[in-house]
């Protein structure tokens, strides 16, 4: 099983980019669909994008499509997440996770992974 140990995070202000990173231990990191998912202050944590073992199939939801992009080097066990045009409202710890079983259709359900890093707070700052 993989461990993961995301970073990248910080203050920013609105409209700047960010990368985030989620490193993973292990020598199966192709065999996991991957995960960000984003908890803001006193809110459920939520979906942001996942990606398929080989890093050929993506998802996230409309309302982040154009400003965020997941992608991942297997070749150095990492993941990313690429954030440009920041918003206030972006502010939150992210997470990245991991599973071996779950599609990147089902990967809106964070139940549908096992494997969690500890978070990186991003805060955007108006």
């Known amino acids: 099983q993989v461990q993961l140990v995301e970073s990248g995070g910080g203050l920013v202000q609105a409209g700047d980019s960010l990368r985030l990173s989620c490193a993973a231990s292990g020598r199966t990191f192709s065999s996991y669909t991957m995960g960000w998912f984003r908890q803001a202050p006193g809110k459920e944590r939520e979906f942001v994008a996942a990606?398929?073992?080989?890093?050929?199939?993506?998802y996230s939801p409309d309302s982040l499509k154009g400003r965020f992009t997941i992608s991942r080097d297997n070749t150095k066990n990492t993941m990313y997440l690429q954030m440009n045009s920041l918003k206030p409202e972006d502010t939150a710890v992210y997470y990245c996770a991991a599973d071996r079983r779950t599609l990147v259709t089902m990967a809106t359900n964070l139940r549908n992974f096992e494997v969690w890093g500890q978070g990186t707070l991003v805060t955007v700052s108006s």
């Open positions: 990606i398929s073992g080989s890093g050929g199939m993506t």
